[in-house]
């Protein structure tokens, strides 16, 4: 399972099942879960824990220390779950103490190649990151979010769920569940990520509720704080509303508009 040209640190636990490629480097204080597969030039350092069923290709760096001037070389990791596809030339950061000194990924998501997870991001699951896209540090992005090519989250902005991010956008701000973001120097909100949530299941009545919410928080120029009132009134017959209305109102960037 593993190949007599790979180095790994006497340290390392990993399990039974794991396969490792020639050339591939795995440093101290890495954990490997069952069935995960690793390909050949991959380097992961620790410390690292890796879970069920991932997928790491060649010339992937995973686990490194966190491109921050304020690290000084403490003790921080990166936490991997399952069914994870890390394709080629992928880079995922550690975490910072000043961050809470975890990187973290989630379940179920696929990482093109060229990939870019600062140190201190959380990644949920079932995310989609296409080719280049990438996240500087503190950045969370929830479930069923896509991120096109080369697209670019400024620190501590968040993602939310079923969000669509077209190709190129530099999102300096939130983005909230369910919206469309487009534009590279001012990226805009164009509407509901409708093709995403069919795909997911969302009734007809469901996503008509939404667009209703959309042009309550995007049309009628309210303030924040008086779109919620509006949108709290909506949750009881239509539940979904409650995951847009929750992300607002936590909200500290502000939404990209």
């Known amino acids: 399972m593993i190949d007599e040209r790979a180095v790994i640190h006497p340290t390392a636990r990993l399990a039974k099942d794991v396969q490792v490629g020639p050339w591939t480097y795995i440093g101290e204080d890495v954990e490997i879960a ?3 597969w690793i390909g050949p030039h991959v380097v992961i350092n620790g410390p ?3 879970g069920k069923n991932n997928k790491i290709y060649q010339f992937a760096s995973v686990g490194e220390a966190p491109q921050d001037r304020k690290y000084s070389d403490e003790k921080t990791i990166l936490e991997i779950g399952d069914n994870n596809v890390i394709r080629e030339y992928c880079t995922i950061n550690r975490g910072t103490v000043q961050g809470g000194g975890v990187t973290k990924i989630g379940n179920n998501n696929l990482f093109m190649a060229y990939v ?3 140190h201190d991001c959380i990644v949920h699951n079932n995310v989609i990151f296409a080719n280049n896209a990438s996240l500087a540090g503190h950045v969370t992005v929830y479930d069923h979010a896509i991120l096109s090519g080369f697209v670019g989250v400024h620190q501590f902005c968040h993602v939310g769920e079923y969000s669509f991010l077209a190709k190129g956008a530099l ?3 939130d983005v909230p569940p369910y919206v469309l973001v487009a534009g590279t120097e001012k990226p805009t909100a164009y509407g509901l990520n409708v093709e995403g949530l069919r795909r997911h299941g969302f ?4 996503i008509a509720a939404l667009r209703k919410t959309y042009k309550i928080v995007y049309r009628k120029g ?3 704080k008086d779109a919620l009132s509006e949108l709290e009134a ?9 995951l847009l209305r929750d992300f607002l109102e ?3 960037r502000g939404i990209v508009r």
Do not use: N, R
């Open 203 to 206: 009734t007809q009545d469901a």
């Open 234 to 242: 909506m949750i009881p017959e239509h539940p979904e509303v409650k």
């Open 222 to 224: 309210l303030l924040i």
């Open 171 to 173: 999102v300096t701000k």
């Open 116 to 118: 870019h997870i600062a």
């Open 250 to 252: 936590k909200s500290e």
């Open 48 to 50: 690292s824990k890796i």
């Open 34 to 36: 069952e069935g995960t």
